[in-house]
C-alpha cells in the first residue's frame, strides 16, 4: 500500500511503499491486553507495616474464659485512660486492619513475547484507519491520508513557534485546542488534587531522540517518542485505540525493520 509524504509546510512530497508491519490485523483484545500488562510495570507496591496497631499494651486474660467476660484483648494500665477498652485486634478502635495488603503480593502482570509483539504491530497498523483514530475522539475533519508520514526535516525542529506552525500547516491545531476546554472532575478525584486530566493529542514518532521533544512541551497532550522506545501505552493510552500519530519518513524505515513471526509469515503468503 503507498502512502503520500508531506513536507513541513503540509505540502505533498512523494509517495512511499508502506512497509509489511501495516498489513497487521487490527486485534483490539491483544491491545488491551498488552496495555493491561505494560502498565503494571510502573505500579508501586502496597504494603502495611507488620506491627500497625499492635503496638499497644493490650492482651486477654489467661484463661481467657470463665471471668465473665469477653475473650478480647483488653488494654491495661493503671486507672483511667483506654484501660479495659479492647486494643490490638481488628474490631476495635485503634485497631489494625483485618486483611491488609502485603508488599508479597505480585503486580506486576506477565504476557507472552509474541503476543506482546504483535499488540505492537497491530497498534502502529491501526494508526492508518482514519475510522479508529476518529472513534477515539480526534478531530481530523481536515485530514486526508492515514497514516500521516512528514519529511525529516521535522526532527530537527527545536522551537515552539517553529511547532505551531507546522500543527496548522499540517491540519492539527483542532486536535489540540479539542483539550483547551475540559470538564472538571468531581468527587475523591477532585478532593485528591485530581481534578482535571491532561488528555492525549498527537503522537510524533521520530528515528531517534531529538529536540522535538522539547519544541512540543508547551503542547497540551503532544507527546514525541523514539521508534525504539515506542509501546502500546503511547499508542494507545488507556488501551483505546487508537491515537492520532505522525511518522517522521526515517522513523518509518526503522519500523519496516521491526521483526515479528507473523510477519515472517505475511511475507511467506505475499
Not at 531517534?208 to 508547551?218: D, E, F, V
Not at 522513523?251 to 515479528?260: F, H, M, T, V
Request: with cysteine; hydrophobic share 35%.
Amino acid at each position: 500500500m503507498k502512502v503520500v509524504t508531506l513536507s513541513t509546510n503540509g505540502t505533498k512530497e512523494e509517495e512511499i511503499e508502506l512497509p509489511l508491519i501495516f498489513s497487521t490485523p487490527f486485534r483490539k483484545d491483544l491491545i488491551h491486553k498488552a496495555y493491561t500488562n505494560l502498565d503494571s510495570h510502573h505500579f508501586q507496591r502496597q504494603g502495611r507495616h507488620p506491627t500497625a496497631g499492635m503496638d499497644v499494651v493490650a492482651r486477654s486474660n489467661d484463661p481467657p474464659t470463665g471471668h465473665g467476660t469477653a475473650r478480647i484483648a483488653r488494654m491495661r494500665g493503671g486507672g483511667g485512660g483506654r484501660q479495659g477498652e479492647g486494643g490490638g485486634v481488628a474490631s476495635v478502635r485503634g485497631g489494625r486492619q483485618a486483611h491488609p495488603p502485603t508488599v508479597d503480593k505480585v503486580i506486576y502482570k506477565k504476557i507472552n513475547k509474541k503476543e506482546n509483539k504483535l499488540a505492537l504491530c497491530s497498534a502502529i497498523a491501526a494508526t492508518s484507519s482514519k475510522e479508529l483514530v476518529e472513534s477515539r475522539g480526534h478531530k481530523i475533519e481536515k485530514i486526508n491520508s492515514f497514516p500521516i508520514i512528514v519529511s525529516d526535516k521535522i526532527e530537527s525542529i527545536s522551537k515552539a513557534k517553529e511547532m505551531s506552525k507546522l500543527f496548522d500547516a499540517l491540519n492539527l491545531t483542532q486536535d489540540i485546542n479539542r483539550l483547551k476546554s475540559r470538564k472538571p472532575r468531581t468527587g475523591k478525584s477532585a478532593l485528591r488534587g485530581r481534578g482535571k486530566k491532561k488528555g492525549k493529542s498527537v503522537l510524533f514518532v521520530t528515528k531517534s531522540s531529538t529536540n522535538l521533544a522539547k519544541a512540543c512541551g508547551s503542547f497540551r497532550g503532544v507527546e514525541v517518542r523514539a521508534v525504539k522506545d515506542l509501546s502500546v501505552l503511547d499508542l494507545a493510552p488507556g488501551s483505546s485505540p487508537i491515537r492520532l500519530t505522525v511518522f517522521s519518513k526515517s522513523a518509518l524505515d526503522e519500523i519496516g525493520k521491526i521483526k515479528s513471526s507473523h510477519l515472517e509469515l505475511m511475507e511467506k503468503l505475499k
